[in-house]
């Protein structure tokens, strides 16, 4: 069974930075993509930015130049680092993997604030 603890959310005032860190424990197994995705309330779940095994970016386009999604094999972590945030990129961030003939992995979720 795998797990993903993410870590780093929290309440930041417009303009200022996060980072958030996912890491992966358990039975890891081959992924194809690991990524972010949110949601704000009253909103559905959409995808804030996502990195496959050969290293093809994928970034909604309300994030792009502000957000920077990148990974460390070695510790199974994916990271988000954001920047320039705006109140509308309040809601809670989930660290998401799709495994190869798996399925998908999901966090718990953690909650960005951006207000003055």
């Known amino acids: 069974q795998v797990q993903l603890t993410e870590s780093g959310g929290g309440l930041v005032q417009p303009g200022g930075s996060l980072r958030l860190s996912c890491a992966a424990s358990?039975?890891?197994?081959?992924?194809?993509?690991m990524g972010w995705y949110r949601q704000a309330p009253g909103k559905q779940r959409e995808l804030v930015a996502a990195?496959?095994?050969?290293?093809?970016?994928n970034y909604a386009d309300s994030v792009k130049g502000r957000f920077t999604i990148s990974r460390d094999n070695a510790q199974n972590t994916v990271y988000l680092q954001m920047n320039s945030l705006k109140p509308e990129d309040t809601a809670v961030y989930y660290c998401?993997?799709?495994?190869?003939?798996?399925?998908?992995?999901w966090g718990q979720g953690t909650q960005v604030t951006v207000s003055s």
């Open positions: 998401n993997v799709k495994w190869i003939g798996v399925g998908d992995s």
């Open positions: 358990g039975s890891i197994f081959s992924f194809y993509a």
């Open positions: 990195i496959t095994s050969g290293n093809t970016l």
